[in-house]
Every structure is written in structure tokens, then in C-alpha cells.
């Protein structure tokens, strides 16, 4: 199989597929063969990404009409959604899903726009499909997300068939997902991490089902609904599964079809992780790691026991098609320093970027390589540890500090739901934001006693804000930039 148009027509059209997948086949080869009349070719298509299957339809179509997709939220603000989509001319979407003011801003830079309604009345052109999809290599780009960038503004990152092609045989080797598994997605399909869903659901046989947002706010009524779907498997952020610990939802009510349990993305915490896995002891629990850059993820940890409040969880060790570096500030290979991942599935590059392309991606020997900018090192057994960012360590009282350290020391107290440590060089001083359980600022001289106990005395914060509720961006995750204006 040398490209995902070939994975689209197994997955959805084979002999043992359901009537439902072999309709949507006939749905995604119609919509193609609409697009074949743009005469477009490797050309970026942007897909508005509702989380449905009309609109993996539309991604699957630009697939196999030879282009490469980039998923949008059109909740973003409408000047980044105009940045993002600087070299993009056509934008798909559903009756409905884009309001005036995208449209006005799509006539203003001459972007086509092109309904799902209007494309699935085409004629089906299968011969001009079959030639396509034979013409497809595994360096052709097959989709295109958006990541955060330091200067503020979002990076296309591409990425190639073959790369999905990599990850998808490598993790399916060590995770045999099948035709009896019901995966739940939970991110939106504007989100790299929603790829890994898609394409597992297509590679594995089995079904998929997209679960609605506001359940994230009602966690026993979520579980329900996984429990009525029959969901096995899942994929999610941290903070999604950290809200059920945070209300306890697992009191009321327990998944009954849940067999495992992969997060990604960001540190889970000890303390919400362990109790995920108090309740659930029959379900495996897998922390996996990977970054945009590549397709999929490259490591993973099998979670066996249950951990301290205040130790690291491994992000463990590559999966079969990927190397792992750890290199220190001079390039040289080191037991701790920052992760070069080499790996079939590390993506093209960024998209009309060659300075920053140069800058994170090589190729050495024929083989590809990606400098993550993520700090990591190695436990005693050999698998790999996350320590932070390079760009959340600081200099402070001469000490080579980093910030994930401190935040780890305080999730270890009881009281603390969420936190973020962030430091103000101007008046160097390391300050900590958190909330709690009770939603009551704790006594700032016994918190201070409580840290003094598990950190150095440069490491404790010298300043300290509670919020009832830090800000979150729109993945779950707190937003660092929001409370940077607090400093």
C-alpha cells in the first residue's frame, strides 16, 4: 500500500465493510471527481473541520482527487484565520458552516469557496481516480495542520502518505485495534490529534463515533454515552480525562465496554491519572508521545502501577519505525537533553517556510530527522522522560531551572487542580498561578511550607495568584499567553 488513497478504498469498500462505510466510499469518489474538474494537483484544498463524517468525506475526497487537505476552525478570529490561509484558494465546506463575515473575507482574497451540497452531485469519474491513486507516492503530501509558533503565528505543517502510512503500521503492531473496537474521538477535527483517530478507524476496520463537546462539561452523562456507543478505545487529552477525576464522575457511574486508554499531548498528572486507573484496573493505559511534526505519535509507556503525586511519567520508548536522540546544547548525543526523533513519519516540512523548515527538519544518511525543541531523559530502565520545553527553562539565581519541575511539585498537593509557573525575567521572579478544589485561595505562608518540603528554596515561587478557573485555549490546554499579561 503506497499511499492513503489506497487505504481510503481497503478501509471503506473491502468485502467485510459495512453498508454505511460503502456508501461513504460512493459519497468520497463523487465528491473527487468534483474536485478533479478544478484541475487542481499537490494543491493545499482547506476543509472546514465540523466534527462529522460529511466532513471526513470532503477530507477523503481531496485525498483522492490527488490534492492535500488543511482542516479549519472557523471560530478562530477571522485576521488568523486569514493568515492561515495565505497560499490556500479553495475552501470546502457544508450549507450552513461559514458565516458572512468568512465569506466576505474570502471574496476580498479570491478564495473559492465550494459546498459539500453542490460537489456530491458530480458525476463519478472512476477511471481519472484509478489513474490518480496509482500516480500518488508516499512523498506526495496528503494534509496539512496548523501548530502554535513563538512569533505568534501559526505553522502549516505538512505531512506526507507515507509518513501516516509509517505510524499507522508501527502502532497497529504494537496496539492490534480491529473490526470489534469503537474508537470515541474527542478532538476536534481541526486538531492533529483527531488524525490519529481518522486514520486508525480507517486502517483497523473499526467503527468510529464522534462525541459531542458539551458531554466534556457533564462527565457522568459523558460516560453514559460512551457506555451506549460501546466505546473500547480512546484517544484523548489529558484534561479531558482530568475533568472526570476533578468531579469524581467514576463515583456514579463506570465504563462498561472501555478496553483501553491512550493520552496524549501534555503531562497527565499523577494524581487525576491514578485515578483513572484505581477504577478501571482490567483497561490499559498508554502515554504516548509525538508532536505535530510528525504524523501519529513515536513513543509510548504502558502505565503498570500506580505512581507518586510527584513522579514523572515516562513517555517510554519509540515505536518499531522511529529512533529516538537526546542531544545536548552542542549537538552531541547525551543521556539528557533534547529529543531528535528519526522516523519515517516525521512530516515534510513547513508549508512555504524553508527558514524554519531548515531550522527543525534534516535529512542525514537518507533518513529523516525532526529537532523537537522538547527536553527528555532517560530513567533507569531506559525509557524516555519529558522534562520540558526548551523554551520553559530559565536562568534563575544561577540555577538552570525547569518550570515543569515546579509545576509537578505543586500538582503533588491535594489541594491544587490546576496550575502554571511562569517566570518574569525583567523583575526575576518565578510566579505561580493555580486554582483548587474548593475554589478557595489556600494560605499563601502554609503553601509556601508545603513546597519547601519537595522543592530547593530557588525553586519556590516568590509570587502567587489564585484564579478560581485558570484560562484554557481551545485544545484544554492553560494558556500560558493569556497569563503572561498577569506577570
Known sequence: MKNIAWLIENGLNNEN??????????????????????????????????????TLELMFAVVLSGNFYVPIDLECP???????????????????????????????TGKVVTYYEDLISSVTKKHLLDVIKQNLLPSDPLYMVFTSGSTGKSKGVVKSHGAML???????????????????????????????DIYLYLASGAELKFIPKRLFSFPTQLIQH??????????????????????????YILPTS??????????????????WTSFLPQVEFVNVYGSSETAGVVCHYKVKRQLEFDESLPIGKPFSNTRIYLVDDEGKESKQGEIVVESEAVAIGY???????????????????????????????????????????????????????????????????DACVLYNSEKEKIKLFYSTADGKALDEVNLRAQLKKLLPDYMIPSQY??????PKNHNGKIDKQALKNCL
Open 17 to 54: 465493510a459495512s453498508s454505511a462505510k460503502r456508501e461513504m466510499y460512493g459519497h468520497i469518489q463523487t465528491l473527487a471527481s468534483g474536485l478533479v474538474n478544478f484541475n487542481l494537483q499537490k494543491t493545499p484544498i482547506a476543509v472546514v473541520a465540523s466534527s462529522n463524517f460529511k
Open 465 to 470: 495568584m489564585f484564579l478560581k478557573n485558570l
Open 351 to 417: 508549508f512555504n517556510d524553508e527558514v524554519k523548515t531548515r531550522e527543525k527538519f534534516f535529512v542525514k544518511g537518507g533518513k529523516k530527522y525532526y529537532k523537537t525543541g522538547d527536553l527528555a531523559k532517560f530513567d533507569n530502565e531506559g525509557n524516555l522522560v519529558f522534562t520540558s520545553r526548551s523554551d520553559y527553562q530559565i536562568k534563575h539565581m544561577g540555577h538552570r531551572i525547569e518550570l515543569g519541575d515546579i509545576e509537578s511539585a505543586v500538582y503533588a498537593l491535594p489541594e491544587i487542580t
Open 166 to 196: 509509517s505510524f499507522l503500521e508501527a502502532f497497529l503492531q504494537e496496539y492490534p485495534i480491529n473490526a470489534e473496537d469503537v474508537i470515541g474521538n474527542q478532538t476536534p477535527l481541526y486538531f492533529d490529534a483527531s488524525a490519529k
Open 226 to 251: 460512551l457506555n451506549q456507543e460501546k466505546i473500547t478505545t480512546i484517544l484523548w487529552v489529558p484534561s479531558a480525562l482530568t475533568i472526570v477525576a476533578k468531579l469524581n464522575a467514576f463515583k
Open 258 to 275: 472501555l478496553k483501553r486508554v491512550f493520552f496524549v499531548g501534555e503531562v497527565f498528572r499523577p494524581k487525576f491519572l491514578n485515578y
Open 78 to 108: 477571522i485576521a488568523r484565520l486569514e493568515t492561515m490561509l495565505e497560499g490556500i484558494n479553495f475552501i470546502l465546506c457544508q450549507e450552513g458552516e461559514v458565516n458572512d463575515e468568512c465569506l466576505a473575507m474570502a471574496e476580498k
